[in-house]
């Protein structure tokens, strides 16, 4: 029986990230369909799951492998967003942020020191702020 499973997935490409994520998906929006929109979250997760399955047989590795770079990508990218957001929402309690008039750089002043001047490091020109 094993074998009979291995010798049927030889050559056939398998679970990855991306068929992870899918399945997961499936699993929620089936979750959901209990609750609400019974029929079309039903048949939304059940494509979902056909998709999943067409992966995991699918003998174009080349196309399925593809996918998952694309996948992988916007997850990495998506990550990196919110990682960004999070970290200028950190900032933004500890610093204020300036423009300078000259250049446009951004400047970092820390909070709560009152009017200070800043010269900005990229083309020196003086400003005055409240930070
Ligand atoms: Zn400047």
């Not at 369909?33 to 080349?62: D, E, H, M, Q």
């Not at 990508?73 to 970290?87: P, T």
């Not at 300078?100 to 003086?126: A, H, L, M, Y």
């Amino acid at each position: 029986m094993k074998d009979k499973l291995r010798r049927f997935m030889m050559g056939r490409y398998g679970i990855d990230d991306l068929g992870r994520f899918l399945l997961g998906m499936a699993l929620i929006i089936l979750l959901m369909s209990r609750f609400f929109l019974r029929t079309a979250l039903y048949a939304v997760s059940l494509s979902v799951l056909i998709i999943v399955y067409y992966r995991i047989f699918s003998k174009n590795i080349n196309s399925r492998y593809r996918e998952n770079q694309a996948f992988l990508n916007y997850k990495n990218k998506l990550i990196n967003f919110i990682r960004k957001q999070k970290y200028i929402f950190k900032q933004r309690r500890i610093y204020r942020i300036y423009k300078c008039p000259g250049c446009g750089q951004k400047i970092r002043i820390p909070k709560g020191k009152g009017r200070v001047q800043i010269t900005c490091p990229k083309c020196k020109t003086d400003f005055i702020r409240k930070s």
